[in-house]
């Protein structure tokens, strides 16, 4: 059984923010969880290192692009071992594979590209060109960046993706290729059912000299986006790579919601026109804020990936933003109620539980747990909650299970039980206990992996071995 979940990469212009983290989180939660079903599974994340924003990056930093992407790339890569995100493969669209691959790729796709002229409306931050409407909706300055729109006019390459619009509908609406969640699927259905236009995918390689040349006209360069889409494929050695044809198509692709035009309308479009099998389903998450704002670094709210796993830990970290942040909508972060959360969840409820189980069997039994039955709670919600990419639904019922052993040790009152002296009564109990924890652990390990792995250290060889320190230390509120 082989499983491959992906994620959008993000560029190399410098440190990956929360939002990126976020996107690795929900894909390094499937990949585990995957794992632990018993299939091979392939995780690719990766870093975007074409196009107008590294190139107007770098000449102000007074480096060389090549030099600028080299610094930048182990930024990105820190960033997922910062949260515990064990990508299996990492794309890098400035090598020499993902550079001969978006060749071939091109090649590919034929008459599906073509050359024409273009005048219109474009947005450096966004690496995009914009229509009239979105220009006059938003009085001709991007909302993502601040910054107005240029309006070019120039020879470029273009993609028919006219041609395949009412095949990619086709596929989504049938079901071959899901989107989740619903409304989102439904927002991608208006788009279609709207009617996709060609387009643009190159540029003069003299007004944008670093990119990836066009096949055969050295004057152009590949449209940033366009190959960057192609990571997916080149990460895996297509054509021949023995991953590729281990691993494709992609199971799962996971994108936030200002990616859903370019994953579910544009990538299966050049997928179908290079003759290759679409990605099987794509999940599109919300956007984070901070105390209700937008991050920003004129407000001054900008939450740091660091700032959060540096005060309360990895797991923590992964706990808040897997649990406390809607899978499906946007989600907003404040440090009052991660410390809420973190205190009056992980702490007391978790910890407390953890802690108080392996003290009573210390102190009556002399750390010896004995026979331990197997915990038989119902875990079905919470595979059908990862499967539907719920992962705060799957969380509410891992919890539900956390609750109720805390509620289970406050009914039976096991140090009661001791002052009464009947041992076998009070073994029957921790033992139920010790099984409960154990089962939470397999649960939680696709979430908080070093948690679930500290709790079976604790309980799993049948004695108790003691922590140096609790599960989650009491923290203390605000930054």
């Not at 590294?54 to 480096?63: M, S, T």
């Not at 990616?259 to 998450?285: C, D, E, Q, T, W």
């Not at 991050?295 to 740091?304: A, H, L, P, Q, R």
Request: glycine share 8%.
């Amino acid at each position: 059984m082989k499983y491959y979940v992906t994620t959008s990469i993000p560029y190399a212009t410098g440190n990956p923010h929360i939002g990126n983290a976020i996107d690795w989180l929900y894909a390094d939660v499937m990949a585990r969880y995957k794992k632990q079903q018993g299939f091979e599974v392939a995780y690719t994340a990766g870093s975007d290192e074409h196009g107008s924003k590294i190139y107007e990056k770098a000449v102000a930093a007074g480096a060389k692009p090549e030099d600028f992407v080299e610094a930048v790339v182990p930024i990105i890569q820190g960033g997922h071992k910062l949260i515990n995100s064990q990508y299996t493969h990492f794309a890098r669209t400035h090598n020499k594979q993902h550079i001969e691959v978006a060749q071939i790729l091109w090649r590919q796709m034929g008459d599906d590209i073509y050359k024409s002229n273009y005048k219109g409306w474009y947005c450096v931050g966004c690496e995009e060109f914009k229509t009239e409407t979105e220009v006059k909706e938003h009085a001709g300055v991007c909302p993502l960046h601040d910054k107005k729109y240029e309006q070019l006019e120039e020879e470029n390459y273009f993609f028919r993706l006219s041609k395949y619009n009412e095949q990619v509908l086709a596929l989504i609406e049938s079901g071959e290729f899901e989107v989740i969640p619903d409304y989102r699927k439904t927002e991608i259905l208006n788009v279609l059912k709207d009617g996709l236009i060609d387009l643009s995918i190159s540029r003069p390689k003299s007004k944008l000299p670093w990119g990836i040349p066009v096949p055969g006209d050295d004057t152009q360069v590949m449209y940033v986006w366009f190959e960057a889409l192609m990571n997916y494929i080149t990460v895996l050695g297509y054509p021949d790579g023995e991953d590729f044809k281990k691993f494709w198509p992609t199971d799962l692709q996971i994108v936030g919601k200002d990616n859903l035009r370019f994953h579910a309308a544009i990538y299966p479009a050049m997928l179908l026109s290079a003759g290759l099998p679409v990605l099987k389903r794509l999940f599109v998450h919300g956007h984070l804020t901070v105390d209700g704002k937008k991050m920003s670094k004129t407000i001054g709210n900008i939450v740091t990936t660091e700032a959060v796993v540096g005060k309360y830990g990895v797991d923590a970290f992964r706990y808040f933003f897997l649990r406390h942040v809607s899978s499906y909508n946007d989600g907003d972060f404040s440090w009052t109620a991660f410390d809420a959360a973190y205190n009056n969840e992980l702490a007391n409820e978790l910890g407390n539980a953890v802690q108080r189980t392996a003290a009573m069997v210390e102190r009556y039994q002399d750390g010896i747990i004995g026979a331990t039955p197997a915990a038989e709670h119902d875990s079905a919600p919470v595979a059908e909650a990862i499967t539907e990419c719920h992962f705060d639904r799957a969380l509410d019922h891992i919890w539900d299970q956390v609750r109720g052993l805390n509620q289970y040790i406050d009914t039976e009152r096991p140090w009661e039980i001791a002052k009464l002296g009947d041992r076998d009564h009070l073994r029957d109990v921790l033992a139920y206990q010790v099984g409960c924890l154990l089962e939470i652990a397999d649960l939680l390990a696709p979430f908080l992996p070093d948690t679930a792995e500290k709790i079976k250290h604790i309980f799993e060889s049948g004695t108790i071995k003691l922590l140096e320190t609790t599960l989650f230390p009491k923290a203390t509120a605000g930054q």
